[in-house]
């Protein structure tokens, strides 16, 4: 009897699943198809992607933080599989074959969870992590690698942290540190977190001694990326972040202009969110700090917000904004749903389900609320160059002046510039 209602929901939550995937997938495959290219997307192509060589790629002095290594890679495979040039599309379809592993992932996270409906919904109903499903950029990649990186830590700390799941799980973290750098935080906190666990264990010294030819090879991959990161992002390079002007090194402005905002752009609203949601990480360390240790999602959770805010403050950088907290989205939604159910189980509420339900419901109404299939929150006027060109186009004429100068500071007109070269051997640029 007892094995037939478990069936009976695993069955229910696997159609769950497969329909929230759907129709996630289809909005994320028409924006992909329809909306124009990026101004991060059209210097990726044209600067890394359709000019590519190794040497370029690994030669990180002439690099920019634009460069997500694994997104570059994929695209160029892509691309030339295709044979089809400047097609904004093509360009983005590594990241939407990316999306059905990251459905994937959070499917096996999540299934033998007690909390599992929560928590798949907090993993893919977020739009602002989806639209970048549909971009041609790093993030989602990243985010992919992330969640898979989780099942195998999950995994690992089921298994009394055996050897085979943490060298997975730190596969996977690196994998993801090379699709967008920021993914170090990521595979640092559960580093960290290993650590403090094989210390406790009083068993680091044994570990060490039998994984060194394995420990070797991670650690070259893990110290380039980390050098790559940090040349990227040097004070003479262009990077997107934020810093203390913002009021970022508070931490509720840090929650407020990142994850909050990923759903509610009200700024009054993001505030009192941000300040409740500080006072439930407080809360929930002071009422459950004997339990840190033995969750290890709890843990992460608590070094990553640390290796967020800290490392800006120290080494005077700017702290990662918006889409360049991406990647860590799995992270945030389990530690976040671990605490969750601590507190479920500690104030003994027998009718759980109804505020499980309530906050899902709400995820599922900010996501709807939040679809454009047109524009691109990040970049939001990008479109426009599309429309301009391709009107020029239909009209056999060059941009005017006033068109060229209004948009010459998109990297877009060069990529739907040389695109038309391309195909139709026109130059819509009018002469200087």
Not at 71 to 99: H, K, W
Not at 261 to 282: G, H, R
Not at 360 to 386: D, G, S
Request: charged residues 15%; positive net charge; aromatic residues 14%.
């Amino acid at each position: 009897m007892q094995e037939n209602i478990k069936s009976k929901n695993i069955n229910n939550f696997l159609i769950y699943v497969i329909g929230l995937s759907i129709v996630i997938f289809v909005i994320v495959l028409v924006r992909a198809a329809t909306s124009a290219i990026t101004w991060d997307e059209a210097y990726t192509y044209i600067a890394y992607v359709k000019n590519f060589s190794i040497q370029q790629l690994i030669d990180i002095s002439s690099n920019l933080a634009n460069n997500h290594i694994m997104n570059t890679i994929m695209i160029v495979v892509a691309d030339r599989l295709s044979g089809i040039s400047f097609n904004e599309f093509i360009i983005r379809l590594p990241n939407i074959i990316m999306l059905i592993f990251y459905f994937l992932g959070s499917y096996m996270f999540s299934k033998d969870e007690k909390h599992k409906y929560l928590l798949f919904t907090g993993l893919v109903l977020n739009y602002y992590v989806m639209e970048f499903f549909g971009l041609a950029r790093g993030y989602g990649i990243a985010c992919s690698f992330i969640i898979w990186m989780c099942y195998f830590v999950k995994k690992a700390s089921k298994n009394n942290y055996d050897t085979k799941n943490i060298f997975i799980s730190v596969i996977f973290g690196l994998l993801a540190c090379y699709s967008n750098t920021i993914s170090i935080l990521a595979l640092g906190s559960i580093c960290l977190m290993y650590l403090i666990q094989l210390i406790c264990k009083k068993e680091l010294v044994k570990f060490i001694k039998s994984n060194i030819i394995k420990i070797i090879p991670i650690s070259i991959l893990l110290i380039y990326i980390v050098i790559f990161h940090f040349i990227v992002t040097g004070s003479d390079k262009p990077v997107f972040g934020g810093t203390g002007e913002a009021k970022g090194l508070t931490i509720i402005g840090f929650l407020e202009k990142n994850f909050v905002w990923m759903f509610v752009e009200n700024e009054t609203i993001n505030i009192v969110v941000s300040v409740l949601i500080l006072a439930y990480i407080i809360l929930s360390v002071i009422f459950f700090r004997k339990k840190i240790i033995e969750r290890p999602f709890f843990s992460i959770f608590l070094i990553l917000i640390l290796t967020l805010i800290l490392p800006s403050i120290i080494l005077q950088k700017p702290y990662p904004i918006e889409r360049c907290l991406i990647p860590l989205w799995p992270l945030v939604v389990i530690g976040m749903i671990d605490m969750y159910s601590l507190w479920i189980e500690k104030i003994n509420i027998k009718n759980s389900k109804i505020i499980t339900g309530t906050i899902i419901c709400l995820l599922i109404v900010m996501f709807f609320m939040r679809i454009n299939i047109k524009e691109t929150r990040t970049w939001k006027n990008n479109y426009q160059v599309r429309d301009v060109v391709y009107n020029a186009l239909a009209e056999k004429r060059t941009l005017t002046q006033e068109e060229y100068e209004k948009n010459k500071g998109y990297f877009g007109l060069e990529f739907y510039r040389q695109k038309i070269l391309e195909k139709y051997n026109v130059d819509i640029i009018p002469k200087q």
